[in-house]
């Protein structure tokens, strides 16, 4: 069995999609009924700038990858001769 590899980037899209998602709404509630102080925009900064690195990294390591590669799995796995099935 084979597919190409960027149906892995779509999984992955659709994961940050939802992280997204959830990040926004809870930056949200932080923001609007946390306490006014410097420990909530401290804490905003922080995942805002960690969240942005972690994006930065992954978008780096992505960038290289060749995504038109096919990606073969349980090759040989179920032919006569493996000695799985003997």
């Given at each position: 069995?084979?597919?190409?590899?960027?149906?892995?980037?779509?999984?992955?899209?659709?994961f940050l999609f939802?992280?997204?998602?959830?990040?926004?709404?809870?930056?949200?509630?932080?923001?609007?009924?946390?306490?006014?102080?410097?420990?909530?925009?401290?804490?905003?900064?922080?995942?805002?700038?960690?969240?942005?690195?972690?994006?930065?990294?992954?978008?780096?390591?992505?960038?290289?990858?060749?995504?038109?590669?096919?990606?073969?799995?349980?090759?040989?796995?179920?032919?006569?001769?493996?000695?799985?099935?003997?």
């Amino acid at each position: 069995m084979s597919f190409p590899l960027y149906i892995i980037l779509f999984i992955y899209l659709l994961f940050l999609f939802v992280w997204l998602i959830f990040s926004l709404v809870g930056l949200y509630h932080m923001l609007k009924f946390g306490f006014v102080n410097f420990t909530t925009f401290f804490s905003v900064f922080f995942y805002i700038a960690v969240a942005l690195m972690i994006l930065s990294v992954s978008y780096n390591f992505i960038f290289a990858i060749d995504w038109r590669t096919n990606v073969s799995i349980f090759n040989g796995f179920f032919d006569d001769n493996n000695f799985f099935f003997q």
